[in-house]
């Protein structure tokens, strides 16, 4: 009879940092950019990482994520996802930790980035422009996942919406989505379906450099709704 193995303790609740870390889409001179935060403080003292924190204890994932983007960065999103749960044993050299990632939206927006007491600077980068080394973290991957998903996301769900204003033309809309998957679309399909959706409610029409007058709509959400329970999907 092989002898019985003694079963491995499981370690001390209070051993583990549960935190969230937030990878910010924003919409601004017609280009996707990310906002990164430089820490000060070690670990990985001068990299590059996500807005994020621990969890507070009465806090659900969701609003510690929330409370911490504006904390950190001064902002305030359009539309918050869940992405993936970061836990290789070895991402924080303090102790075990856990990373509850998310992926957020945001409109294009005039205020200048903030951040905390723990942090150098922060700024803005092209997505297709981000630093190649001195990540913090695991922060390089949860971006680099989170740009996979938010491609993967615009083939079945108009989320490319959420970074624009509430009012807005074909032409700003199209070019999100060409910067986002980084291809051409055709135009003409892609007004087509778009409009075949049912989802833009005419506005109004403002002056063009090209002359004719261009026309602005606006998202109708109950319409969005109703057609997701049909299980449509929106992609381009």
Known sequence: ???SRKAARPTELSSFIVSVD???????????????????????????????GPILEKETPESACLRKLEEDMGLKVEYLEQLYTFGAPDRDPRK???????????????????????SRTAQW?????????????????????????????????PIGLSLLAEEFSLSELKRIYDVILGTELDRRNFQKKLKSTGLLIPTRTVPSPRGK???????????????????LSFGF
């Open 125 to 157: 980068f092209h997505i297709d422009q981000l630093p190649e080394v001195g990540w913090a973290f695991d922060h390089q991957q949860i971006v680099q996942m989170a740009i996979k998903r938010l491609r993967a996301k615009l083939s079945y769900e």
């Open 96 to 118: 075990r930790a856990f990373s509850i990632s998310y992926f957020a939206l945001i409109a294009e927006s005039e205020e200048p980035l903030s951040w905390g007491q723990d």
């Open 1 to 3: 009879m092989p002898p």
């Open 22 to 52: 937030s990878v910010i889409f924003a919409y601004m001179n017609q280009a996707v950019y990310i906002p990164l935060i430089m820490r000060a403080v070690e670990p990985f003292q001068n990299c590059w990482s996500l807005p994020g």
């Open 213 to 231: 007058p261009s026309q602005l709509y606006r998202f109708d959400e109950a319409r969005y709704k109703q057609l997701k329970e049909e299980g």
